[in-house]
Nanobody, 124 residues
Framework: QVQLVESGGGLVQAGGSLRLSCAAS????????MGWFRQAPGKEREFVAA????????YYADSVKGRFTISRDNAKNTVYLQMNRLKPEDTAVYYC?????????????????WGQGTQVTVSS
């Protein structure tokens, strides 16, 4: 049973920061890129950021470049998303994902595995 469990969401004021975590269990994710997607009410799910297996390559959506940072700790099977200078338009459910592709590939292809999501709300 593959599980990706997100945590760290919540309510924050515009300009603030949050750090999301995603813990993977149930199988080995050796060789898997990990990433984050988000879905705002009434909108389609969109790519946010991804990181390669060894962490040497990262890829970001233009809307979050310079504000969000993705990282991973393979010893803990965990991927993180540090979100700074948050804006109201960042409000969404954030989903963790895993895929046997490149970090850039995750921005194009539908990932193999998904978490259940964590809500991030940014107030103005």
């Amino acid at each position: 049973q593959v599980q990706l469990v997100e945590s760290g969401g919540g309510l924050v004021q515009a300009g603030g920061s949050l750090r999301l975590s995603c813990a993977a269990s149930g199988r080995t994710f050796t060789g898997y890129a990990m990433g984050w997607f988000r879905q705002a009410p009434g909108k389609e799910r969109e790519f946010v950021a991804a990181i390669s297996w060894l962490g040497r390559s990262t890829y970001y959506a233009d809307s979050v470049k310079g504000r969000f940072t993705i990282s991973r700790d393979n010893a803990k099977n965990t991927v993180y998303l540090q979100m700074n200078r948050l804006k109201p338009e960042d409000t969404a459910v954030y989903y963790c994902a895993a895929d046997r592709s490149t970090a850039q590939g995750m921005s194009i292809n539908r990932p193999d595995y998904w978490g259940q999501g964590t809500q991030v709300t940014v107030s103005s």
